[in-house]
């Protein structure tokens, strides 16, 4: 409020290039990587040789983990999304209920609930002990695998139940008048339509996503996260493994930013 | 005592029950929650205005400020910003040469979780004041408004719809967040709950009955933000509403 002259512009000003060239910008980027180089210089990076397989294998963890529960979450998201919208009452509320109850609660809690109380629960069991599942029930994954691919389905569930009601009513009327059925409509009109709806959405989620991932460390799921964990207990470093710990996530947040990005461009656009 | 057990004594509020240790941590969870909110929105105030009213390196700086936030993991920054907080603190007092002393949880917890929503109210504000169509400022000002007075006047109330559901989603998300802050051992409704599932083995009742807190809490803010947003909206026809 400093100035409303700003606020409130009296002769037309061509809208300001954004250049990484300006001169303020210039000496910022100066003063930042004279940050990262005496961190580089006068922090303590020698542990990095010697974790470097674990740490890539951890990022391997993190990315399978947030692509496998993106995609499976994704196919639960549509039909929760659908019933919402024409499903019967009974399951639209049911599908309404459990996007409810997995959007009002933590992650974490979600998280803790299925590993301690599911895995204590299935352990007490012979029968679940003596299947084939059990050398899978007994180890962490496949507990962060389901919290994280719950949650995506319902924050991803409410994003499509607004993207299948958003899409306009004559443009389905107009496949009904085409003589198409009821699937065919759904498969060439519906979902398309809805899902390029959601494509600027899904970007934030998948992003919310990544960021939900290093919590299965906490269920001993060795990601990214839990070999930094390890790296801090073995060398006592506080700030380094940390930083470099965001320093990733920061990368990877960019990187899928720019894909879909990428991806949203490839996909031809006539308003919307 | 089985994992499967629901005895629903282990819940009274009373000793040997671990009700009242659930509700306390609840209310810790909440502290928390208010707090960081709060000092979310105060940074978000004013980051809001220096993004449109400030320098250029200000603005670029704040550019940097929620990138960062918004690219990095909740639960790294709040370790980061745990560890650094109480560092710096420490240092400072060491400096004006004072005995060092111990952060309390709560201070710290308040002080990352308002770093991480000062991020996002940030950019709602500044959608929210961006919003506001031009025409109802320069009518303020052409009726001679000071600009402290067009702020109070036209801005702040004019921003409020748009800006609330935003907030609101912030509100939910900084419950939740709270969470995080069990990892690094302050005991607020998901740690206490874990330590009373650990040492009474009744992990489903207790991980169960957090979560019908949690979501006690959710549900008891969407009646009340919904009602705040349908006052803010008063007056809006629908479509500019939307």
């Not at chain 2, 994992?3 to 009700?19: A, E, K, R, V």
Request: with cysteine; glycine share 8%; net charge positive.
């Amino acid at each position: 409020m400093k100035d409303e002259a700003t606020l409130v512009p009296m002769t037309y000003a061509p809208p300001k290039a954004r250049s990484l060239l300006e001169p303020h910008r210039i000496a910022l980027a100066a003063v930042f990587l004279a940050i990262l180089v005496s961190a580089a210089y006068f922090m303590r990076w020698d542990w990095l040789p010697r974790y470097q397989d674990r740490l890539i294998s951890g990022l391997w963890t993190t990315m399978l983990m947030l692509i496998s529960t993106s995609v499976v979450g994704f196919v639960f998201a549509v039909p929760l999304g659908l019933v919402q919208v024409t499903g019967p009452k009974p399951l639209a509320w049911l599908a309404n209920a459990f996007c409810t109850l997995i959007r009002g609660t933590p992650l974490l809690l979600q998280l803790w609930l299925l590993y301690y109380g599911l895995g204590s629960l299935f352990a007490q069991y012979p029968e679940i002990r003596s299947s084939w599942a059990w050398p899978y029930l007994r180890q962490a994954w496949p507990y962060g695998f389901a919290a994280l691919t719950i949650s995506f389905a319902a924050y991803e569930g409410e994003v499509m139940r607004g993207a299948f009601s958003g899409v306009p009513k004559g443009e389905l009327e107009a496949a009904r008048a085409y003589g198409m059925g009821r699937w065919t409509a759904f498969r060439r009109i519906w979902f398309p339509r809805a899902v390029y709806r959601t494509l600027p959405t899904l970007t934030g989620e998948t992003v919310l996503q990544l960021k939900s991932t290093p919590l299965v460390a906490t269920v001993t799921v060795m990601d990214l996260y839990s070999v930094i964990t390890k790296v801090r207990q073995d060398t006592l470093l506080t700030y380094e493994p940390l930083l470099l710990l965001a320093l990733i996530y920061l990368c990877l947040t960019g990187i899928l930013v720019l894909a879909f990005r990428l991806l949203e461009n490839r996909i031809p656009s006539r308003g919307n | 005592m089985g994992p499967t057990s629901f005895d629903l004594n282990l819940l009274s509020l009373w000793s040997p029950g671990w009700g009242g240790v659930l509700l306390a941590g609840l209310m810790r969870s909440l502290e928390v929650a208010v707090g960081g909110f709060l000092l979310g929105l105060l940074i978000g105030i004013g980051g809001a205005s220096a993004k449109l009213w400030g320098g250029k390196v200000l603005r670029d700086l704040l550019e940097v400020y929620t990138t960062v936030v918004r690219g990095v993991p909740e639960l790294i920054l709040i370790l980061i910003l745990y560890y650094a907080g109480t560092d710096a603190v420490n240092k400072l007092m060491l400096v004006l040469g004072l005995p060092s002393v111990d952060i309390s949880g709560l201070a710290a917890g308040i002080f990352v979780i308002g770093v991480v929503q000062g991020a996002y109210s940030t950019e709602v504000l500044r959608g929210a004041i961006k919003a506001i169509p031009a025409g109802q400022l320069e009518a303020a000002r052409a009726y001679g408004m000071s600009p402290l007075l067009s702020l109070r006047r036209i801005t702040l109330p004019a921003m409020l719809p748009y800006a609330i559901p935003g907030l609101s989603n912030l509100w939910l998300i900084a419950t939740k967040d709270t969470a995080l802050l069990a990892v690094v051992g302050f005991s607020e409704l998901t740690l206490v709950t874990r330590q009373a599932a650990g040492t009474t083995k009744a992990y489903m009742m207790f991980f169960l009955a957090a979560g019908v807190l949690y979501l006690l809490v959710t549900l008891l803010s969407n009646v009340i933000l919904g009602a705040i947003e349908k006052r803010a909206r008063r007056g809006l026809s629908r479509e500019q509403a939307a």
